[in-house]
């Protein structure tokens, strides 16, 4: 599968897989920057290791308000 980005082949930033989604749909989020996508080897946040696009944002990270 490649990045919807840089349109290289799509490995996880984190742990260096290549992205394989198990659900036929989840592809489809790959298109919708609201949809957040986790990669399904080490279930963080998918973050291309090419480019550093990330899909969607980490719920679990903090959010500084400012």
Do not use: W
């Not at 480019?51 to 400012?66: T, V």
């Amino acid at each position: 599968m490649k990045c919807s980005f840089c349109e290289q082949p799509l490995v996880c930033k984190t742990c260096k897989q290549p992205f394989r989604p198990r659900r036929e749909g989840t592809h489809v989020g790959l298109y919708q920057p609201d949809t957040a996508i986790y990669c399904p080897e080490c279930r963080k946040l998918l973050v291309c290791q090419v480019c550093g696009f990330a899909y969607g944002e980490d719920e679990n990270e903090e959010k500084d308000d400012g």
